[in-house]
C-alpha cells in the first residue's frame, strides 16, 4: 500500500509544508523512518530524534513545525496524534471477517451466528449464544450459553464471555481477558449450614450480567465481574487496559480510560471521561465525577468532584499531593529541625528565666 | 419459581413484620425491586433507596425495622447479609452437573472422571487426572496430568490447572485462573554453563503442588504458584478474588479473604481468617497472624500478630496509620510553620543577645 | 532415581565435610527431609529448622557449615543456592519433548513444525507460524499467525503467542500469559468521524511485535503488549513473574527480573539486571539504569541511574527511604509538637515583650 503526500495529507486532515508528490508507503518511528516513511512528533523529549529523522514526512503541530528537518516534509495537525492514528490506520487496517466458521470450532447447535462472522478453531459457542455480523472470533475464545456479541467485534484468542453477558458493537477484547466473572461477594455466617456448623463465607449468588456498550476495548487477562444484580456497566467509548480489575455492579462511564493494573470495587460509579491512571485502586460504593482523573497507584476512599485531579493513597487533591511529595524526602530533616528548635526554645526559656532572676 | 413470604422467610431464618400470604419471585436491588421481590438493606449509604424502595419484602437487622416503607414487609434477620444471600440462592440455585462428557472433550484415556461429573465441550483432561462427583468442568479448561479434582467443583471457562494439583470438594475456580504455575524461584549464577559461561538466572525446580482444600474460591485471572518442594496451600473456605498472585510456599489459612490484586510472596503464612485488602502486598517469609486485617494497597514487611489491624506501605498499626494520613496533608505547611518558628527563634536570640548587652 | 553423596557433590560443584558413600534421593525442605533426601540452608529465619534437620546433607556456605547437624553430611559451596538449584534439577529434569503432534491438535496446513516438537491436544498452531525443535506446546495455548516460536522451548496451558510475536529458544511461558497483546494506545479526538461526529478515543493501531530472546521466563497471566511500531523486547536471560503488566515499546534489559504485578509503562527501557521487586509501577518513556533494583510497590516517575536502589512513590533513594519511613508514623506527634513549639515561642516573644517594657 501506498499513497502520496498529498493524498496521505488529506486523508489525515493535516496540510503539508512543501510539494507532495513524494510516496509514502508506511508510518514508522522517528528513528527508524526512511524518505518513504511517515513519521510523528508531538513528545518533546523526543526532539533529539525529530531533528536526526531521515523519515519523508512527520505528521506535527503547527507549533512544532519549523523543527522538522529540511529533508521531510511537515504535515501539520491540528491534533497530531490524531493524525498520526489515521496515518497508521491507512497502512494497517484493522481485519476484515473472512465469513465462515471453522470446521474445528464448536459452535452449539441453538448458537446463533451472523453468515458474515468469522469464528475460528478452537473456538466454543455455547447454546443460545449470538455472534453478530462481521465478529471476528478467535481461536481459544469461550463465548457461553446466552452471551450475545454484538457487530464489527474482535475476540482475541482466549477471551471468555460468561453466560448472558452483551457486547454491543465495535469491541474489542484483547486475549485471555473475562467478561462476567462472578463477583466477590460472600457474607459472613456465624452459624454456617446445619449439616455443616461453624463460620463460614457464604456465596452470594452473582445472578447480573456484565454489559459492554459500543465501541469498548478491553485489555489482555483483564477481568469484568457480572453484578451481584443487574448490571456491571463498561460505558460506551471506554478503554480498559490490561489486568484491570472492575468488581461487580461498577458502572464506568463513556469515554473513561482505566489503565493497566488499576481495579474498582463494588458498586463505584465512574463519570464520563474518567482516567484511572496504572494501579490505582478505588474502594467500593463511591462515585468518581465526570472528568475527574486520578494519578498512578493512588488510593481513592472518597467520592471524587467532576472535573477533579487527584493522587496518592489516600487520594488528596493533585496539588496538594505535588506539594507533599516534594516536601516528604525532607521529613527526617524536618524531625531533626524541630528538635534543635525545641533545645534553643528551652535554652531562650532558660536564658529569659535566668535573666528575670537576675534582675 | 415463586415463594410466599412466610415460606421465603422461614428459609432464611428471619421473622416478618405483616401478614405474609403475599408471593416473592425474585430478589432485586431496592432501586429496581417492585412488589413481587425481596430486597435487601444493610449499608445507610443507600438509605434514600430504602425509604424509596417499591418492594414488596425488604431484609433488614432488628435495627433497621422502622426503616422500611409501610408498603413492604420487614423480613427481620440476625445477619441480614446471610440472610440476603440464602435468599438470593434460593431464586438462583447454583448450576447442576449434568452428567456426562461432550464428545468435544478431550479427554485422556487414562483419566478418571465420576460418570456424575460434566465435561463440556472444548476441555482437555490429562492422564492420569481425577474428576470428582457432580463436578462441573466448562469450555476451556485444562485439567494437566496427574491433577485431582475433588466433588461438586465448578472449574469455569479457561481455568488451568497443572499437573499433580490437588482440589478439595466444592472449589470454585473462575475463568482463567492458574492453579500450579512454577514459582518464581531463580539463583543467580555467577558462572553460568560450561557450554555457556557468564551470569545467568538457574531455574530451581518448582517440583512442588498446590493443595487447595474444600468450600475454596479462586477469582479470575489468580494465580496460584506450585512450592518450590511440598505444597502451596489455600485452607478450607478460604476466599480469593480476581487477579490475585500467591507465591510458592505460602499457606493461606482457613476463611481467609484475599480482595483483588493482592500478592502474597514466598513462603509466607496467613493464618485463619486473615483478610487482605484490594493491591495489598505482602513480603516472603513472614507470618501474618489469624484474623489480622490489612487495609488496601497496604505493604506488609513484618510479622502482624493476631487480630491486628494494619495499612500503609510499609504497614503500620491502622490507628496510627489513620493519623499519619490525617497529618500529611498539613506536612507542606508544617514545613512552612517551621521554617516560620526558625525565623521567630533566631529573632528572640537576637532580642534577648541585645537585651543582654543592652544592660 | 539417586545419587551416591560424592557423586551428587561433584555434579553441583559442592565439596562435602564427610565419608560420602550415603545414596540420596532427593531434595527437601529442611523440616520434611529424611536421611537420604538432601536440603538447602542460605537464609538466617531458618536457622532454628536446620539445627533440628534429620536430612542426610545440607547444602551450605563455608560459613555456615559448622552449624550443620551431626547427623547431616554438609555440602558445601561457593554459592549455596545455585547448587541446591542443580541438586533439584538433578531429581527434578526439566520436561523433555516426546516428539509428534496430537491428533487432537489443531496445526493449521501452512505451520511448520519441527519434527522433533510436541504439541499436546487442544492446542491451535495459526497459519505461517513456526515451532522450533524439541519445543513442548501444553493443552489449550494459542500460537497465532506467523508466530516463531524457537527451540527448546516450553508453552504451558492457555498461553497465548499473538500473530507475528518471535520467541527464541529455551523461553518458558507459565499458563494463561499473553504475549503480543494491543498496546493501550488511543488518541483522543474531540472531532470524531464524519459518520460518528464528537469526542472519542480513536485507536492507535498497535501494528509491532513482542521480540523475547533466548533463556526468557514469563509469568502466568503476565501481558506483554506488542509494539505501537517496531519492537517490544524482553532481554536474553530476563525473567518476569505472574501477573506483570509490560506496555507497549518497553525494552527489557538481559537478566532483569520484573516480580508479580509489576508494571511497565509504553517505550520505557530498562537495563540489563535491572530487578523490579513486587507491584512496583514505571512511568512511561523513562530509563532504569543497569543494574537498578526498585523496592516493592515504589513508583517510579523519573530515570532511575545506573546501580541505584530506589523505594517509595514516588521513588526516592533507598536509604532516603528507610530514613523516611522511620520518620513517617512520627508525625502526628511531629504536628503536636511544632503546635507546643509556637506556643512556647508566643509566650517566649510576649514575655520579652513585657520584659523590654517594664524596664
Not at 484491570?244 to 461498577?250: D, I, L
Request: overall charge negative; proline content about 6%.
Amino acid at each position: 500500500m501506498e499513497f502520496s503526500l498529498a493524498e496521505l495529507s488529506s486523508r489525515i486532515s493535516a496540510r503539508h509544508s512543501a510539494s507532495a508528490q513524494q510516496q509514502i508507503t508506511g508510518v514508522a518511528s522517528l528513528e527508524s523512518a526512511g524518505a518513504d516513511k511517515c513519521a510523528f512528533y508531538a513528545n518533546p523529549r523526543y526532539k533529539k530524534q525529530l531533528l536526526a529523522t531521515r523519515a519523508g514526512a512527520v505528521i506535527v503541530s503547527e507549533d512544532d513545525a519549523a523543527l522538522v528537518p529540511a529533508t521531510a516534509t511537515a504535515l501539520i495537525a491540528a491534533q497530531p496524534y490524531v493524525a498520526f492514528a489515521k496515518a497508521s490506520a491507512l497502512f494497517h487496517p484493522a481485519p476484515v471477517a473472512v465469513a465462515g466458521i471453522s470446521p474445528h470450532a464448536l459452535v452449539h447447535p441453538d448458537a446463533t451466528v451472523d453468515p458474515t462472522a468469522q469464528i475460528f478453531a478452537g473456538t466454543v459457542i455455547g447454546p443460545h449464544a449470538t455472534i453478530g455480523p462481521r465478529t471476528i472470533v478467535r481461536p481459544g475464545v469461550q463465548v457461553l450459553a446466552f452471551a450475545q456479541i454484538g457487530a464489527d467485534c474482535l475476540l482475541h484468542a482466549g477471551a471468555v464471555v460468561r453466560e448472558r453477558c452483551i457486547l454491543g458493537d465495535r469491541v474489542t477484547l484483547q486475549p485471555n481477558c473475562v467478561i462476567g466473572s462472578d463477583g466477590f461477594g460472600f457474607a459472613f455466617d456465624l452459624e454456617g449450614d446445619p449439616e455443616n456448623p461453624g463460620p463460614m463465607h457464604r456465596k452470594v449468588p452473582q445472578a447480573g450480567i456484565v454489559r459492554i456498550e459500543d465501541d469498548v476495548e478491553i485489555g489482555a487477562c483483564t477481568c469484568i465481574d457480572r453484578a451481584t444484580l443487574g448490571e456491571t456497566v463498561i460505558g460506551r467509548g471506554a478503554k480498559i487496559d490490561n489486568l484491570v480489575q472492575v468488581a461487580h455492579n461498577v458502572q464506568v462511564g463513556p469515554l473513561s480510560l482505566l489503565v493497566a493494573q488499576s481495579g474498582v470495587s463494588g458498586s463505584t460509579t465512574l463519570g464520563a471521561g474518567v482516567v484511572l491512571a496504572g494501579q490505582v485502586g478505588v474502594v467500593g460504593h463511591l462515585h468518581i465525577g465526570d472528568g475527574a482523573r486520578i494519578g498512578a497507584q493512588s488510593g481513592v476512599s472518597r467520592d471524587v468532584p467532576d472535573g477533579a485531579t487527584m493522587s496518592g493513597s489516600p487520594a488528596i487533591d493533585h496539588r496538594d499531593w505535588l506539594r507533599l511529595s516534594a516536601s516528604l524526602p525532607r521529613l527526617a530533616e524536618l524531625v531533626r529541625d524541630v528538635k534543635r528548635l525545641s533545645s534553643r526554645v528551652s535554652e531562650l526559656e532558660a536564658a529569659l528565666d535566668a535573666e528575670r532572676r537576675s534582675r
